[in-house]
């Protein structure tokens, strides 16, 4: 498995987050998903509503973004998978946390949870699969340790 976390150079990550290759690593296992590729970039209130108006056409800031580069969940036989990008935004990412009364933790690993499941296939478009998914988060999370 690779893992790539790129931070951008406009946010001042002043946090750990070394925690979150285990939360991926739950994710993937959970998905049978072996040999994966995908980046986490961690971006400013300004670029995170600058994608979102960009690629959704949503002039607001968000906290998570997720660009897929796989269409549809489905049986896979590559010998490396590449996944996508997720866009965290850090400031958005604190204000949850705050908003919500939970850890900083919490909040990130949500967050990379729900763009990780969305880069396989996952959305919640609906209540059923908004269900389906968020059961999933929830789960993973919980298993790691990492509770509200």
Request: negative net charge; aromatic residues 10%.
């Amino acid at each position: 498995m690779t893992n790539t976390y790129t931070i951008n150079d406009l946010v001042n990550v002043s946090f750990k987050y070394d925690y979150l290759d285990d939360v991926i690593k739950r994710v993937l296992k959970h998905e049978k998903v072996k040999n994966a590729n995908f980046s986490i970039i961690f971006v400013d209130l300004k670029e995170i509503r600058k994608i979102n108006n960009d690629y959704r056409g949503i002039d607001r800031e968000t906290d998570v973004i997720s660009f897929a580069l796989e269409d549809k969940k489905a049986d896979f036989n590559l010998d490396i998978r590449l996944l996508g990008d997720i866009y965290i935004c850090i400031p958005k990412m604190e204000e949850q946390a705050k908003s919500y009364g939970h850890s900083i933790k919490r909040e990130l690993s949500f967050l990379t949870v729900h763009g990780l499941l969305h880069l396989l296939g996952y959305d919640h478009m609906n209540k059923e699969t908004e269900k389906e998914m968020f059961q999933l988060q929830e789960l993973i999370l919980n298993e790691a340790g990492i509770t509200r």
